[in-house]
T-cell receptor
Framework: NAGVTQTPKFQVLKTGQSMTLQCAQD?????MYWYRQDPGMGLRLIYY???????DKGEVPNGYNVSRLNKREFSLRLESAAPSQTSVYFC?????????????FGPGTRLTVL | QQPVQSPQAVILREGEDAVINCSSS?????VHWYRQKHGEAPVFLMI?????EQKGHEKISASFNEKKQQSSLYLTASQLSYSGTYFC????????????FGAGTILRVKS
């Protein structure tokens, strides 16, 4: 099992450009998450999907959109990138109702917006 | 709302002990602990549940005080491999299946 995979691993964008970060999991998990990690700020939740067909905003959703394409895939889109979106982005997934199960993280995407 | 972790950073020598604390302004249903090595993804350490259940690594111990809405992670006889950033995450059942993390505690173990 590959677990949680993310593409790309690195990306450099210019201000105003758009891009989509891809995430897939092969553990048959119901819930999937997108976090951003900035120095001193920890992991901040951008969006999450508790189950296929549903998405909800997290702590810092502005400037992002998500799509839960199917049970395996959850993508994050930046429509018009800004330097403030320079960060490391982690996708994660979790099984069942979640409360008794740990979260599995992907390797991360390091994004720089110039 | 992010849980609050303390201390922000701690430096230990091998064999010393450390305690990392996590507190929330909301009622906690569960607390998760993760460790992240530099340049890597966070890795699961432990879950503590309301009511006393725990699930996690044998060598890691933690407590969960439901009334105080606090959890503590105990690292005893620290090893060099314990170095990293420790995050607590809290489950907010009000919104259903959403894990919110604190800002992290940087732990460095020196030889």
């Amino acid at each position: 099992n590959a677990g949680v995979t993310q593409t790309p691993k690195f990306q450099v964008l210019k201000t105003g450009q758009s891009m989509t970060l891809q995430c897939a999991q092969d553990m048959n998990h119901n819930s999937m998450y997108w976090y951003r990690q900035d120095p001193g700020m920890g992991l901040r939740l951008i969006y999450y999907s508790a189950s296929e067909g549903t998405t909800d905003k997290g702590e810092v959703p502005n400037g992002y959109n998500v799509s839960r394409l199917n049970k395996r895939e959850f993508s994050l889109r930046l429509e018009s990138a800004a330097p403030s979106q320079t960060s490391v982005y982690f996708c994660a997934s979790r099984d069942g109702t979640g409360i008794y199960n740990e979260q599995f993280f992907g390797p991360g995407t390091r994004l720089t917006v110039l | 709302q992010q849980p609050v972790q303390s201390p922000q950073a701690v430096i230990l020598r091998e064999g010393e002990d450390a305690v990392i604390n996590c507190s929330s302004s909301k009622a906690l249903y569960s607390v998760h602990w993760y460790r992240q090595k530099h340049g890597e993804a966070p890795v699961f350490l432990m879950i503590l549940l309301k009511g006393g259940e725990q699930k996690g690594h044998e060598k890691i111990s933690a407590s969960f005080n439901e009334k105080k809405q606090q959890s503590s992670l105990y690292l005893t006889a620290s090893q060099l491999s314990y170095s990293g950033t420790y995050f607590c995450g809290t489950d907010d059942m009000e919104y259903g299946n959403k894990l919110v993390f604190g800002a992290g505690t940087i732990l460095r173990v020196k030889s």
